[in-house]
């Protein structure tokens, strides 16, 4: 039985155009997340037969297996219910939140867009709830995984990954990061930040 299995999205794979296209909707899920998730349960069952084999010398490279590939099917779930046809803008608590710790929301938004444009070769912007401060975090994923602190909880992440946007906007990344602020399911990230608003702290500090 596979421990990770694809998600299915709950909108059509051209539901976001014209900002992202059908063509690449349909390879960045069923090809590259599915590669994720092949990668993380492969992983999973080495690491299993090498732990009956006693062959755990082989374990460190397998943990890294599965990081980056556990990373990369945790990042595009979240993804994934990061993105709506709707779009709209941040409201409530956490409009209130974005304005507290980065000043406005177009602050927000061009401090998430440096980090999204400064990033070198593979990975991802992220908005995130550290829970060790009580605070909004905006932050750099290199490849899947990794620069995230273990009490990070990610609210919203964009996919940096080339396989992203070079169908639709080749090297413009500014392009599509201006794109992905109208396709962003804000009442997704409203969720999300009143949830490990409410339990974050209890979880990591008893």
Do not use: C
Not at 45 to 53: L, P, S, V, Y
């Amino acid at each position: 039985m596979m421990t990770y299995t694809l998600p299915d999205l709950n909108y059509d794979y051209s539901a976001l155009e014209p900002h992202i296209s059908a063509r690449i909707m349909e390879l960045h899920h069923s090809k590259h997340h599915q590669a994720y998730v092949t990668g993380a349960n492969a992983a999973l069952d080495a690491m299993a037969e090498a732990r009956a084999n006693d062959n755990f010398a082989t374990l460190p490279k397998l943990q890294k297996d599965l990081a980056f590939n556990l990373g990369g099917h945790v990042n595009h779930s979240i993804f994934w219910k990061n993105l709506s046809a709707e779009g709209g803008e941040a409201s409530g608590e956490l409009l209130a939140a974005i304005s507290e710790y980065f000043g406005s929301y177009e602050a927000f938004t061009k401090h998430f867009t440096a980090a999204a444009m400064g990033i070198q070769g593979s990975g991802w912007a992220y908005l995130a709830w550290d829970s060790m401060s009580n605070r909004l975090i905006i932050g750099q994923l290199y490849d899947q995984q990794g620069n995230l602190s273990m009490g990070s909880i990610p609210l919203l992440m964009l996919d940096m990954w080339e396989h992203a946007f070079y169908l639709d906007y080749v090297n413009v990344k500014a392009d599509y990061i201006k794109a992905f602020w109208n396709i962003v399911n804000w009442a997704d990230v409203e969720t999300r930040f009143a949830s490990v608003k409410a339990n974050s702290s209890s979880l990591l500090l008893g």
